[in-house]
């Protein structure tokens, strides 16, 4: 599984930005599409979730602002962010689990920079 991420930016605060997660390879293996991001000086957290059947999961902070999202063809997910705060500026990252149990295997995109300024 290949993963490629875009999206970031540098917005103000109360601003939007749309990241994209664009999978590859053995799709058909994965079982959950995940967004994490880090800030400097912090560990990553896991942002939302979205698994094989469409079902969405959602850290506190970013409830009822962010969503995911995927493509009809389960290839390309979504990550749209609403009235961002500075708070959420981080190297954001696409991440793909497949497997069950101890056998859960990560795949990585490549990290993508959102800055909000306030």
């Known amino acids: 599984v290949q993963l490629q991420a875009s999206g970031g930016g540098s917005v103000q605060a109360g601003g939007s930005l749309t990241l994209s997660c664009a999978a590859s390879g053995n799709i058909r293996s994965i079982n959950t599409i995940n967004w994490y991001r880090q800030a400097p000086g912090k560990q990553r957290e896991l942002v939302a979730t979205i698994n094989s059947s469409g079902a969405t999961t959602y850290e506190d902070s970013v409830k009822g602002r962010f969503t995911i999202s995927r493509d009809k063809r389960e290839i390309t997910v979504y990550l749209q962010m609403n009235s961002l705060k500075p708070e959420d500026t981080a190297g954001y990252y696409c991440?793909?689990?497949?497997?069950?149990?101890?056998?859960?295997?990560?795949?990585w995109g490549q990290g993508t920079q959102v800055t909000v300024s306030s």
């Open positions: 991440n793909a689990k497949t497997g069950s149990s101890e056998f859960v295997k990560d795949y």
